[in-house]
């Protein structure tokens, strides 16, 4: 398993869920893609995001008296894990350590692509600042997840399937007391398309939110109905425009109570036979675009360009990515992000090189980050090491 910054999965990755569309894909406003149960985009916005905000305080004022952690060990008692990776992260800034950050991934000791167990000690002080687990069904797919994150308190997740894998129920449990606190259901038709996403936002067995559309004949979103908050009422009405290859190109909702007021306006373009779109969304319906985002997928449908912009046409796009990648393994092996608001604009705002090992594994990340109001960079060096009996 590779572990793609928390940069890249946050930006990258959510804004594409759904996007390149085959002609299964619902389109609903609400993206039912949130569903996916991917570990990777789950379990790696780990250390890497930490540089920004742990080493910043730092940098100012302790960068003469911190000491060198270096020699801090991993936590031992995680030793017994099969197939482990020690993880290590040094920040540097100026050539001056100022933290070292030190956790644990276990892996399935047969199946080593799955992750099962993350930690990490940011302060390397023996208090585990991120904790996640997470089980797979023999398919692969996870089937449940325990999240403590940065100091926020701990919730589990449990997702079941059908036959084709689509995701059938997404069960939350804010407190790990074994009881649900959210249930979101889906349902599908004969040809594996989604028809409703039902939503008990308080598990009490009344939904408290319904999105049901319905397909033409060759598997097209026609359109879908939102019951927003579960009242039986009809809030907003969605029709869909679809190109010849089942491409959704537009997306209106209307209010359902006069059937013409817009609230909500989609327009999707697709530059070439890649995949690659570029998505305008007015998301109030009062006529002006109020986030653009832009994809290019390269021949190997790998995403080799991502940019989002919170105001179009002001010159100024919020963010952008570069992505280079070995084609072969389909691994990320260079990252290059511009982000106008910690810098001028397209100014270079982080570099990050991917090295793995023979197993396709991601074992180093070299990081540079760049904060030009303050007059700094940051150094990270990342490393993995394997341990144990891996396959």
């Known amino acids: 398993m590779h572990k793609i910054p928390f940069w890249l999965l946050a930006a990258t990755l959510?804004?594409?869920?759904?996007?390149?569309?085959?002609?299964?894909?619902?389109?609903?406003?609400?993206?039912?893609?949130?569903?996916?149960t991917d570990a990777d985009t789950d379990s790696d916005t780990d250390a890497d995001s930490d540089a920004d905000s742990d080493a910043d305080t730092d940098a100012d004022t302790d960068s003469d008296?911190?000491?060198?952690?270096?020699?801090?060990?991993?936590?031992?008692?995680?030793?017994?894990?099969?197939?482990?990776?020690?993880?290590?992260?040094?920040?540097?800034?100026?050539?001056?350590?100022?933290?070292?950050?030190?956790?644990?991934?276990?892996?399935?000791s047969v199946a080593t692509d799955e992750l099962i167990h993350l930690q990490r000690d940011y302060a390397s002080d023996g208090v585990i600042d991120q904790d996640e687990?997470?089980?797979?069904?023999?398919?692969?797919?996870?089937?449940?997840?325990?999240?403590?994150?940065?100091?926020?308190?701990?919730f589990a997740e449990?997702?079941?399937?059908?036959?084709?894998?689509?995701?059938?129920?997404?069960?939350?449990?804010?407190?790990?007391?074994?009881?649900?606190?959210?249930?979101?259901?889906?349902?599908?038709?004969?040809?594996?398309?989604?028809?409703?996403?039902s939503l008990d936002s308080d598990a009490d067995g009344v939904a408290n939110y319904t999105n049901a559309t319905t397909y033409d004949l060759a598997g097209n979103p026609l359109s879908s109905e939102e019951d927003?908050?579960?009242?039986g009422t009809i809030d907003t009405l969605y029709s869909y425009t679809v190109d010849v290859y089942g491409n959704i190109t537009a997306l209106e909702g209307v209010d359902a109570a006069d059937g013409v007021t817009v609230v909500?306006?989609?327009?999707?373009?697709?530059?070439?036979?890649?995949?690659?779109?570029?998505?305008?969304?007015?998301?109030?319906?009062?006529?002006?675009?109020?986030?653009?985002?832009?994809?290019t997928f390269d021949s190997n449908d790998l995403i080799v360009f991502f940019s989002d912009d919170a105001t179009p046409g002001d010159g100024t796009v919020d963010l952008s990515q570069d992505i280079t990648w070995d084609t072969v393994n389909k691994l990320p092996t260079h990252l290059?992000?511009?982000?106008?608001?910690?810098?001028?604009?397209?100014?270079?705002?982080a570099t990050v090189d991917f090295t793995y090992d023979g197993q396709n594994r991601e074992i180093g990340e070299v990081q540079g980050l760049d904060f030009p109001a303050k007059k700094q960079h940051y150094d990270i060096d990342i490393t993995w090491t394997f341990t144990g009996s891996c396959p």
């Open 158 to 197: 449990d997702f079941t399937y059908d036959a084709a894998g689509n995701v059938l129920t997404d069960t939350i449990d804010t407190n790990i007391d074994g009881t649900a606190d959210s249930i979101e259901t889906f349902t599908y038709d004969a040809d594996g398309h989604q028809i409703l996403d």
């Open 65 to 108: 008296s911190d000491t060198d952690t270096s020699t801090t060990t991993t936590d031992t008692s995680l030793s017994a894990f099969a197939c482990y990776a020690d993880y290590l992260a040094n920040i540097t800034i100026k050539g001056i350590k100022v933290e070292t950050d030190i956790g644990i991934d276990e892996y399935d």
């Open 336 to 349: 290059e992000q511009f982000q106008a608001d910690s810098g001028a604009n397209g100014e270079l705002d």
């Open 264 to 295: 909500f306006e989609e327009a999707i373009s697709y530059p070439d036979t890649n995949g690659s779109f570029v998505r305008d969304v007015d998301g109030d319906g009062d006529g002006a675009f109020d986030d653009e985002t832009i994809v």
């Open 228 to 231: 927003a908050n579960g009242d």
């Open 133 to 154: 687990k997470y089980t797979y069904d023999a398919d692969g797919r996870v089937t449940h997840q325990e999240l403590a994150e940065y100091g926020a308190a701990p």
């Open 14 to 36: 959510v804004a594409c869920s759904g996007s390149k569309t085959t002609g299964t894909d619902t389109g609903t406003p609400t993206d039912v893609a949130d569903a996916d």
